[in-house]
């Protein structure tokens, strides 16, 4: 299986409880900041932070947060300088696993994260040793209970779309990363309103493990994700439809 996985899917549905801690808003003050500084600060020139902003306000950020993250991103407010960095490695039964950061310190989030890695019974990698395993693309997620699949099929596929189709409760459309804003746009035109959206690397070939081993790659991946530092984690760990996860 390629793709959108059922990790992806428990991701989306975590999207609620990572917001009530409020660290959703870090990761998403840090993404607009850096967006803005490397694209500008007009939305609709900068398709990278359209994307950030769309993620702001589906967490319900409030817009004078949005607008002081653009302007430190400008320079014009005081911001912190933070740059962009992806760590490889492997986590229990070899999985792979790609960590994506922002951060103002690059060895506190190269400890942190060799940290987790380590104490989770993983590694750190070397850089492009799992890199290859993984292909970009927009993954856009609707509510099967309110949408139906055939209709947002159409859209997609006219607006551009490579693929739709059904996971757990959602409608997924994936894109092309360089069509993912125009597919969004056209699809929120039409009167659709995602659960979720962003460009993702999903792995091209996914890996099967035995409960325990699943259960403690998730932990693990959720230690790093409860990261400041941290945007994203991407695996190629299958998780299984009937898998559940403890709390």
């Given at each position: 299986?390629?793709?959108?996985?059922?990790?992806?899917?428990?991701?989306?549905?975590?999207?609620?409880?990572?917001?009530?801690?409020?660290?959703?808003?870090?990761?998403?003050?840090?993404?607009i900041?850096?967006?803005?500084?490397?694209?500008?600060?007009?939305?609709?020139?900068?398709?990278?932070?359209?994307?950030?902003?769309?993620?702001a306000?589906?967490?319900?950020?409030p817009?004078?947060?949005?607008?002081?993250?653009?302007?430190?991103?400008?320079?014009?407010?005081?911001?912190?300088?933070?740059?962009?960095?992806?760590?490889?490695?492997?986590?229990?039964?070899?999985?792979?696993?790609?960590?994506?950061?922002?951060?103002?310190?690059?060895?506190?989030?190269?400890?942190?994260?060799?940290?987790?890695?380590?104490?989770?019974?993983?590694?750190?990698g070397?850089?492009?040793?799992?890199?290859?395993?993984?292909?970009?693309?927009?993954?856009?997620?609707?509510?099967?209970?309110?949408?139906?699949?055939?209709?947002?099929?159409?859209?997609?596929?006219?607006?551009?779309?490579?693929?739709?189709?059904?996971?757990?409760?959602?409608?997924?459309?994936?894109?092309?990363?360089?069509?993912?804003?125009?597919?969004?746009?056209?699809?929120?035109?039409?009167?659709?309103?995602?659960?979720s959206?962003?460009?993702?690397?999903?792995?091209?070939?996914?890996?099967?493990?035995?409960?325990?081993?699943?259960?403690?790659?998730?932990?693990?991946?959720?230690?790093?994700?409860?990261?400041?530092?941290?945007?994203?984690?991407?695996?190629?760990?299958?998780?299984?439809?009937?898998?559940e996860?403890?709390?």
């Open positions: 299986m390629s793709g959108h996985s059922k990790w992806a899917s428990i991701k989306h549905k975590k999207g609620a409880a990572d917001a009530k801690r409020g660290q959703v808003f870090t990761k998403i003050i840090k993404e900041t850096v967006a803005a500084k490397m694209g500008g600060g007009d939305e609709e020139g900068n398709a990278r932070l359209r994307t950030a902003i769309l993620k306000k589906a967490a319900n950020m817009k004078d947060n949005i607008d002081k993250a653009i302007k430190k991103g400008t320079g014009e407010l005081e911001g912190v300088e933070y740059v962009e960095l992806t760590y490889e490695g492997y986590g229990p039964g070899g999985v792979a696993l790609m960590v994506e950061t922002l951060t103002d310190n690059k060895n506190r989030t190269a400890a942190d994260v060799r940290s987790i890695l380590t104490k989770g019974g993983g590694n750190m070397t850089t492009g040793c799992v890199s290859h395993l993984f292909k970009k693309e927009g993954v856009i997620c609707f509510d099967g209970s309110k949408y139906s699949e055939d209709d947002i099929f159409a859209a997609a596929l006219d607006a551009g779309a490579d693929d739709v189709s059904s996971d757990d409760g959602d409608i997924v459309v994936k894109t092309a990363p360089e069509d993912f804003l125009a597919v969004l746009e056209a699809l929120n035109k039409a009167g659709f309103e995602q659960t959206a962003e460009v993702e690397r999903n792995a091209e070939v996914m890996k099967s493990l035995d409960k325990e081993k699943t259960s403690k790659v998730l932990k693990l991946i959720e230690r790093l994700e409860d990261l400041d530092d941290v945007q994203n984690v991407s695996t190629d760990l299958d998780v299984p439809d009937d898998f996860m403890e709390d």
